[in-house]
């Protein structure tokens, strides 16, 4: 069994259809932080590819840390959720989380690019090794077989774009923008993702509320 992180993004999108193309049996996860826009992304894209999803409520825990609504860095979010991921693996049996990282990313508090700096490597596979490390411990320690897997390490967004186009995945379901529904168009994810759709030459079929922003 593959559990498989469903954020309501793309990049999750496109780890998932991997995932799901490689027959294994798959589950997905996803971390409620209160945006109903990802909740129903993520449910949009499990029921594409018929996997079931198991939503988990973060959003007490979310509101308790964070300083302000429109604030996204919770320190260790990153390990955290992980943490959490990795419990519910052993309950289901998964042997493999699989996440849609990648190393662009924008200060979740331990996958902000200072920590790879610090690690002297980049940040993902900075972050990576010590999972590693300490997964490989649990799995002693408590008998278990599971690990994470990134996919789409070393994509970039555009690729992950582009291998998500010959996945046919429906990037029409997902949903990247933070602060509304349409897509804003303005705040660093909505520009993100717009800047991967072009640079891979991929339709953007994407609404967004900002129009002139390209
Ligand atoms: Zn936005």
Not at 74 to 84: A, K, L, N, P, T
Not at 189 to 204: L, Q, S, T
Request: net charge negative.
């Amino acid at each position: 069994m593959l559990l498989c992180h469903i954020s309501g993004g793309l990049d999750s999108a496109v780890a998932l259809a991997q995932t799901v193309k490689s027959g294994m049996p798959t589950m997905g996860v996803h971390f409620y932080l209160g945006t109903d826009e990802h909740i129903i992304a993520a449910s949009a894209i499990a029921d594409h590819y018929s996997v079931n999803l198991e939503t988990i409520d973060l959003t007490a825990f979310w509101d308790l840390l964070r300083d302000d609504k429109n604030k996204f860095r919770v320190h260790g979010y990153r390990s955290i959720i992980d943490q959490i991921s990795l419990a519910y693996a052993e309950k289901i049996g998964a042997t493999h989380i699989v996440s849609g990282e990648m190393d662009w990313e924008y200060g979740n508090g331990d996958l902000d690019k200072q920590f790879g700096k610090l690690m002297g490597k980049n940040t993902l596979e900075a972050y990576r090794e010590i999972m590693e490390k300490q997964t490989a411990l649990y799995n002693e320690m408590y008998k278990t077989d599971i690990w994470f897997a990134y996919p789409l390490i070393h994509l970039t967004k555009a690729s992950t774009v582009k291998l998500g186009q010959e996945l046919n995945v429906p990037f029409e379901l997902t949903h990247s923008c933070q602060y509304a529904d349409p897509h804003c168009g303005t705040c660093i994810f909505c520009k993100a993702r717009k800047w991967a759709f072009k640079e891979a030459g991929v339709v953007d079929k994407t609404e967004y509320a900002d129009v002139h922003s390209n």
